[in-house]
């Protein structure tokens, strides 16, 4: 049971709370009508308001009260207008100059032409030279206009996107033909992303890693290098496997060592393809009169060759395994040995292999 004086702290309360609440409202009231009042309208929405007020069935003082508008603006507005002709006419002749089509014009002509054209030594427009290229036009405007005509328009900053291309002529044939090869292959076929990775010096190597506050991570601009490698890869696209070996250098020899190890390691297929680069050593008099020699003979798989057009390394799948492998194993390392760096790689490519084989997947589907 609540005593007297529970009771009287209680309505008490509830009164504070019902006043808060009634000074709340007052203020959004007034801060409304404030708004309301301070509102910049323009000579369109004024005509707007006089025809809806005298068309109202309401009284004209209830319906400006509740815009915040006085009784005084309301009937200059009214005077405004048959000055120049009745509403219609006072709304066409009364426009800003964002509106006018021929500041509009101007503007994106300027825009559309290059600042050299005017004096102006950029390769790209300010908002404060359109402004001075306006007033040499002799249709003076201000800054704000301008950016609202451009806004208006949809005209958006943007960065330019970087497209990948290649120079060579025959590109779409060469593409169609080896996306043909794809829709097609057989259980008995493979297909061969080949490349190769290096060479690269086994030495302190920088990257992206985590450093406490206040740290900074250095690595040594000059420094004795421990050795090199170049890593010769071919990716088989339907069982996404890595075949890899190390080279002293790249050559032809490395292509027919590449080659014979392929053939070898899947003699049960039919035939297999191999898809690389236009480098000069793999597509050699050397390395194709071999590749013809073994096709000649009763040896499987057969060998055909679907180069990829030239300056397109952006098609060559393997380039994002290499860049995996770069990031997991080369990038923030600093192997003391040789050895170390290599064990490390095969294992890499090794644990790779065994992820695909358990999760098949097949590699390159944007090709």
């Not at 209680?10 to 309301?36: D, V």
């Not at 503007?107 to 007033?135: E, Q, T, Y």
Request: aromatic content about 10%; proline content about 4%; glycine content about 4%.
């Amino acid at each position: 049971m609540l005593t007297l004086r529970d009771e009287v702290i209680l309505n008490q309360k509830l009164i504070i709370e019902k006043q808060r609440k009634l000074i709340n409202t007052y203020k959004y009231i007034i801060k409304s009508k404030r708004l309301l009042r301070n509102k910049r309208y323009s000579q369109q929405e004024k005509a707007d308001i006089v025809l809806e007020i005298e068309s109202s069935s309401k009284s004209s003082r209830a319906s400006l009260r509740e815009l915040g508008i006085s009784r005084g603006t309301f009937h200059y507005w009214k005077e405004q207008i048959k000055e120049k002709g009745g509403i219609q006419k006072f709304s066409e002749t009364r426009k800003y100059k964002y509106e006018v089509e021929r500041f509009k014009e101007a503007v994106f002509s300027i825009l559309h032409s290059p600042p050299k054209d005017f004096g102006f030594n950029r390769a790209s427009w300010r908002l404060p030279d359109i402004h001075a290229a306006m007033i040499a036009k002799g249709l003076p405007i201000g800054h704000n206009y301008i950016s609202k005509i451009i806004k208006n328009a949809g005209y958006r900053f943007r960065s330019a996107k970087k497209v990948l291309t290649s120079t060579d002529p025959n590109y779409k044939e060469k593409l169609s033909q080896i996306t043909q090869i794809l829709s097609k292959l057989r259980t008995d076929e493979k297909f061969f992303s080949i490349d190769e990775f290096g060479p690269f010096a086994i030495k302190i190597q920088g990257g992206r890693s985590y450093v406490p506050p206040g740290m900074a991570r250095v690595v040594p601009q000059i420094q004795k290098s421990k050795g090199f490698l170049i890593i010769t890869a071919a990716l088989e696209l339907s069982t996404n496997q890595i075949t890899h070996f190390y080279s002293k250098k790249k050559d032809t020899e490395e292509m027919i060592k590449l080659l014979e190890l392929l053939t070898s390691k899947y003699a049960d297929q039919k035939r297999i393809f191999f898809s690389w680069d236009a480098a000069s050593w793999h597509a050699s008099k050397k390395f194709t009169l071999r590749v013809d020699e073994h096709n000649k003979s009763k040896k499987l798989p057969k060998v055909k060759l679907a180069p990829l057009p030239a300056c397109a390394q952006f098609l060559n799948v393997i380039e994002s395994v290499f860049s995996g492998m770069a990031k997991a194993i080369i990038h923030n390392s600093d192997y003391q040995t040789l050895a170390e760096c290599m064990e490390a790689i095969d294992r890499y490519f090794k644990d790779r292999n065994k992820f695909y084989q358990e999760n098949p997947k097949r590699a390159g589907n944007k090709i």
